[in-house]
Nanobody, 121 residues
Framework: VQLQASGGGLVQAGGSLRLSCAAS??????TGWFRQAPGKEREFVAA????????YYADSVKGRFTISRDNPKNTVYLQMNSLNPEDTAVYYC?????????????????WGQGTQVTVSS
């Protein structure tokens, strides 16, 4: 499985971006988004089950970010609204194989290359 993250860019505080994570093949796995700011550890942002019926969010993004998926297109989206400078990071999408946890990066098997999001104040 290859994952391709895209949609990052430079946006002013209060603005919006939509990230996409396209999978190279058909998968049936939970997909998550993580982010890593300079000098910080990679942190969980959001995740969505294969069916799309269950979503998970970090407290820091709850109410501002929305994760969704379009399975016929093998694509997962992260709509990010009300962005602030603390959201600046490289954003990665990832898929996990088995297991019950969703919040830790070591629970995920496949990773995309990351897309930079920069929010100016």
């Amino acid at each position: 499985v290859q994952l391709q993250a895209s949609g990052g860019g430079l946006v002013q505080a209060g603005g919006s971006l939509r990230l996409s994570c396209a999978a190279s093949g058909r998968t049936s796995r939970l997909t998550g988004w993580f982010r890593q700011a300079p000098g910080k550890e990679r942190e969980f942002v959001a995740a969505i089950s294969w069916s799309g019926g269950t979503t998970y969010y970090a407290d820091s993004v709850k109410g501002r970010f929305t994760i969704s998926r379009d399975n016929p297109k093998n694509t997962v989206y992260l709509q990010m609204n009300s962005l602030n400078p603390e959201d600046t990071a490289v954003y990665y999408c990832a898929e996990k194989v088995g297991g019950s946890g969703v919040y830790y990066s070591n629970e995920y098997t496949y990773w995309g290359q990351g897309t930079q999001v920069t929010v100016s104040s």
